[in-house]
């Protein structure tokens, strides 16, 4: 495994820049060496291609290519694993990682690359980048840049670090470097705690909204391109993850209306796609997707969720449509199972039972090798849900415009059917029901980790494998810091 010194010193070099942004090539770059250092920031042209690069460095296969959410859905007890292969996730699967395991590692790795990318970006607009630019456009391009730190770093939050409520952001957080690395020096960095990992998120995020464009001249680059509406959506996730309910509902109150059918009135009209089996089939650019990661037949992300996801040709997939059979649906434990799932749901349409073994099979992504489904980062559906458990948890109360909320994301896959605050014993009730439907909406979207340790839950237990569940007290809860950061950073502390 690569220490995170030395992908620290590779990712900082300038030597990788990128071709024009015709769509087929937007986030696939091709590697020049014509451009030096010296040059990398002379043009328009080749500032906007670094900019290409940050978005590239989103995908990496360890990252949103798509390990990091792979491994943020496994432990949590939705999937049931195949063959137990150390390859293929089983130890992260069976909670028991290490400092040293490569999974640790590698999504450690991939998040710095990508930070790291980010700040020598920055750094050099300081240097020379504004001088070839326009201010509007230098502006907005440093807002792109923080949106993806502030991701990137928010997403490390959610595998390495205590949740929120733990001490009240008061536990270690991570190593939080905000300038570039190109060169060999003394990377030695504590953590800062999560509170400040948090409040650094935040600065970006709100730089981001303040100076993003409202939105782009196609549904196209509105997807795969950062916004202020992007901003504001991935704050309701953030804020969420804090439990801090009034600034959840101040920012989703931003970009959904006060009453169904709930939409964006300002920047990109997000609103829900009629047909949720829609979001996941190209173009994969509906008003839904306001954030999402697009893989083109230029890419070959060798963890990709279909891959994964999807049976064999020898279990139900087909020579379009299939993959390696790795995770299957847990059909005892998991949301798959439960009563609350409608047969008549049609996100059941976005599963299947195996020809041959009975498993069940998560179908929502579907490209068979080159693997070109678009990944979500975030949908607006989300930002739903986000505002309607916000309103309960900030009132106590089945509150009316929370439920209407949360029809519109049930109904939608209801045949327009609706539950009524009678349907409910109480608002604890209500709550576990907006997590159900949380699980079965976002199901293989890699959210699922990250609401349990938000709200502190205990991670199930697998019985098909003997695996103990794990209790937000115990160590494995969250996974521990890589051996490389530990030997070359001094001032790390394990968790």
């Known amino acids: 495994m690569r220490s995170s010194k030395s992908i620290l010193l590779y990712t900082a070099g300038l030597a990788l820049l990128f071709s024009s942004c015709r769509k087929e090539e937007w986030l696939n770059p091709q590697p020049s060496t014509l451009i030096t250092d010296a040059t990398a920031f002379s043009t328009p042209e080749r500032i906007q291609n670094q900019i290409n690069g940050l978005y590239a460095s989103m995908k990496a296969s360890r990252y949103y290519g798509s390990w990091f959410l792979i491994v943020s859905d496994i432990r949590t007890g939705e999937f049931h694993c195949s063959n137990m292969n150390a390859a293929t996730g089983s130890t992260m699967y069976s909670m028991l990682p290490q400092t040293t395991t490569s999974d640790v590692g590698d999504i450690w790795e991939a998040m710095y690359a990508c930070i790291n990318k980010v700040n020598v970006f920055l750094d050099n607009m300081d240097k020379g980048g504004d001088a070839v630019l326009d201010a509007n456009t230098a502006t907005s391009y440093r807002a792109e840049a923080r949106l ?115 939409t964006a009135s300002s920047g990109v009209a997000h609103k829900l796609e009629a047909n949720i089996a829609d ?90 090798s080159p693997y070109t489904d678009y990944v979500p980062v975030i949908r607006y559906s989300e930002v739903l849900l986000n505002l309607a458990e916000a309103l309960a948890r900030n009132t106590n109360s089945i509150d009316v415009r929370s439920l209407a909320l949360f029809n519109a994301v049930y109904g939608r896959s209801n045949q327009g059917a609706s539950l009524s605050a009678a349907s409910f014993a109480n608002v604890s009730q209500y709550l576990d029901r907006i997590i159900e439907e949380r699980r079965i909406e976002f199901l293989g979207e890699g959210l699922r980790n990250g609401d349990i340790m938000r709200l502190g839950l205990t991670i199930p237990a697998k019985s098909q494998h003997a695996i103990s569940a794990v209790a937000p007290s115990a160590p494995e809860y969250i996974l521990p810091i890589p051996a490389a950061e530990l030997i070359l950073n001094s001032l790390m502390e394990n968790n």
Not at 150 to 167: H, S
Not at 242 to 257: F, T
Not at 316 to 329: H, K, M, V
């Open 148 to 262: 993806i730190r502030a991701i990137t770093y928010y997403n490390l939050l959610q595998l390495y670090a205590r949740p929120y409520w733990d001490g009240n952001g008061s536990k270690p957080g991570l190593p939080l470097r905000l300038t570039g690395n190109t060169a060999s020096g003394n990377y030695d960095l504590a953590r800062s705690s999560v509170a400040d990992t948090y409040k650094q998120v935040l600065e970006d995020l709100d730089f981001a909204e303040q100076n993003l464009p409202a939105s782009y001249s196609s549904a196209f680059l509105n997807t795969v391109r950062a916004h202020k509406n992007t901003a504001i959506a991935l704050k309701t996730r953030v804020y969420l993850s804090m439990r801090d309910y009034p600034k959840v509902i101040a920012e989703a109150n931003k970009i959904v209306s006060s009453s169904a059918p709930f």
């Open 279 to 368: 979001v996941f089939k190209p173009p994969y650019t509906t008003t839904e997707s306001i954030f999402s990661m697009p893989f083109t037949n230029g890419d070959a992300p060798g963890n990709a969720l279909s891959r994964y996801y999807l049976p064999g040709t020898g279990d139900g997939g087909t020579a379009s449509s299939n993959g390696a059979g790795e995770y299957s649906l847990n059909k005892v434990e998991g949301i798959y199972a439960s009563s609350v799932w409608a047969s008549t749901d049609d996100r059941r349409g976005l599963t299947k039972i195996g020809t041959s073994t009975g498993k069940a099979w998560l179908t929502k992504f579907t490209q068979a």
